[in-house]
């Protein structure tokens, strides 16, 4: 079946540095990845959209030039929090889909960040 | 506003019962909904996907309904084992992506 990495699984850095997350999809092409966040006992909530190989479309709220993703190639993307800040701590969790349909969504096991 | 509202407090339920949990939603049209799995510190395990022109979707000791009309989703796990014991969340399709309730967490006791 489809699956979906992420690294790291969790990882502590300090105030003000940057840190960067990978998103894979192991054995499917992903024309699409999704970002999200979830706070705890919150709903997971979508942060961009990222298409290979073009711009991420981020939601509304959603700082882009803090949360920079990269959609290099068709297994892999990146999401990388530049000045952290407490307040991100946070579960980032990403999405591939390899069609458009929007339901068949893999998702990784993501990635704990917790700033200090 | 748009929402999708499940039980925020904890179902626990005793080994080989039927356990229901519940999810609403205003001010969606969806034309599926999902239902999903998350362990503590993991990603989310897709479980089930059900049309809006169907009521009813099963999957072994899984069975969710849709209706439409109430805005409501009912997801059942018959036969309830401690291995179930997770967090169940719903989802439904909404302006082109998924949006996610906050889960229900179940609780079976052996």
């Known amino acids: 079946g489809a699956v979906v990495s992420q690294h790291p699984s969790w990882v502590i850095c300090k105030s003000g540095t940057s840190v960067k997350i990978e998103c894979r999809s192991l054995?499917?092409?992903?024309?699409?990845m999704f970002w999200y966040r979830q706070f705890p006992k919150q709903s997971l909530m979508l942060m961009a959209t990222?298409?290979?190989?073009?711009?991420?479309?981020?939601e509304q709220g959603v700082e882009k030039d803090k949360f920079l993703i990269n959609h290099a190639s068709l297994t892999l993307s990146t999401l990388t929090v530049t000045s952290a800040h407490p307040e991100d701590s946070s579960f980032y969790i990403c999405?591939?889909?390899?069609?458009?349909?929007?339901?068949?969504?893999?998702f990784g096991p993501g990635t704990r960040l917790t700033v200090t | 506003s748009q929402k999708i509202e499940q039980n925020s407090e904890a179902l626990n339920i005793q080994e080989g019962k039927t356990a229901t949990l519940t999810c609403n939603y205003t001010?969606?049209?969806?034309?599926?909904l999902q239902w999903y799995r998350q362990d503590p510190g993991r990603g989310p395990v897709f479980l089930l996907l059900?049309?809006?022109?169907?009521k009813e979707k099963r999957k072994e000791r899984l069975k969710v309904t849709f209706d439409t009309t109430l805005k409501q989703s009912l997801f059942h796990i018959t036969a309830s084992q401690p291995a179930d014991s997770a967090t169940y969340l719903c989802?439904?399709?909404?302006?082109?992506?998924?949006?996610f309730g906050k889960g229900n967490q179940v609780v079976v006791i052996p």
């Open positions: 054995d499917f092409q992903a024309t699409t």
């Open positions: 059900i049309r809006e022109n169907e």
């Open positions: 999405s591939a889909r390899e069609g458009t349909v929007h339901y068949e969504q893999y």
């Open positions: 990222s298409n290979e190989g073009s711009k991420a479309t981020y």
């Open positions: 989802a439904l399709e909404g302006n082109n992506r998924l949006a």
């Open positions: 001010n969606y049209s969806p034309a599926y």
